[in-house]
């Protein structure tokens, strides 16, 4: 019998990767100060801020470093930080990735690999660390285009994330209306509870946080659970560094200078009373079942009480109210409280942000953001409610005590523990702005950061390859086996 097929075309045309000029002054000083290279790589919003004090550093410390900017955050508002944290000047290749998840992995993968081949061929140096950050997809994938492409490992700004969830959440019931004893028990099981490895999600981060570890070689670790999580999974101790999170640097930084306009210049009502500022835009949350929760729960708190709440808008979090019909109810909604209700696009200066939560004009951050976790430990007066059912800095909830799961399961629970945070002569409202910093200091996470990778490289036997012989410390390589 004759059989048919169909042919599926699976290329598509891709932008060229830009390779800057200052790309051989960097390795003209490495061969000058026989160095090894760091490259610091930078592909979303959180990676420009927390990245970016780490090449700052680097440069200060004379360390031969560039930046690798995967481009695929090219718009204004997504990609201001490069320009806002003076990353620009030190790009020494733009990859120019485009696509959704599956194009932006699959091009990431190729460009990341060839990009690395053609440095070593042009500049006969094959000593260079890409350092990569978090849980995004950039830190996913590079690693594996490292390994693949060039035989080495890199390094990791923010290693070991991993998800978990307080065993409290298993009790939950999606139909029924919590009363405020059952918010305070998931509250205090939160903080108290024990809790369980939750592995779906967030969704790609965990995958990408998993597949980054494989591939590194110098793990820089927030905190001691962080580096528990990657001790635990068999990675060699001695390269996991406790050093903090480098966002706290970032924070520092835009606290130091003023913002090229205020945000109440900008949205002038944000300087009438106090608000909670929420922002919602993670895949999970982006089900049908937990956003109608949460926009039914920002509803509620808009219509049924006084709170004043500024919703900034991404990309996602339109794509679904255009899904489930809710735009049109969020615009009329905004119309009815203008006092009270107000929709922004995305802030894209970071300073707005440290500005509106230093301002003592916001008491709350409404967020399934994973960074936004980290940096309200670092605004004493603004309260941290995560719209998730686990969370990959727990560490925040039963380590810092300052932050708290709100279970998107239905829309009481959203309003029902914004009113209970808000009680400031409760013990929840209080509790929430005990907030203890476990970070590092603000200015000195980074220094730590290129104080280690500076040591290597000046060992004079840095290398990266993954072979079991350098970890026994029988021998080291110093070429690798590109004839392959």
Known sequence: ????????????????????????DVFELAKKQESPILA????????FYKQA?????????????FVINTGQHFDEALGFGMHEFNLNEFVGCNMQIRGDL????????????YFGRYCSKKFHNESMLPIVHGDTLVAGIAPLAWV???????????????????????????TKEPTRREVHNLVHNQLEGKWFLAREEPFPEQIDTWICSAGTQFFFAPTTLNKDNLVREGYPEEFVHIVGNSVVDAIHQKRRGRPSRSIFDVYPQLEKGVWIRMDIHRRENLTERRFTSIIG???DIIERREDKVVLVMLNATLSALKQYGLEKRLKTLSEEHKDRFLITPLWKEYAHVVEFLDSGHC???????????????YFPNVSSLTVRLNTDRPETIFDAKSNILVPPVNRTWISMMAKEANRKDEALGTQLRKKKQIYGKPGQVSKKIIKIIKKEFENGDANFYPWLHQRLGLWKEKNSISYL
């Open 1 to 24: 019998m004759k059989e048919d097929y169909a042919e599926l075309g699976v290329s598509r045309d891709l932008l060229p990767i830009k390779v800057s000029g200052s790309l051989y």
């Open 40 to 47: 610091v790589v930078t592909g979303t919003k959180p990676d």
């Open 53 to 65: 004090p780490i090449m700052l550093e680097a440069s200060k410390e004379k360390v031969p470093s």
């Open 102 to 113: 599956m194009e932006k992995a699959s091009e990431l993968l190729l460009k990341f690999g």
């Open 148 to 174: 693949f492409g060039m035989g080495k490992k890199v390094g990791q700004n923010e290693a070991g994330l991993r998800s978990m969830s307080p065993e409290i959440m298993k009790c939950l019931s999606p």
């Open 297 to 299: 729960g920002l509803v």
């Open 363 to 377: 008491w709350a951050e409404m967020t399934d953001s994973g960074s936004m976790q980290e940096e309200l430990l």
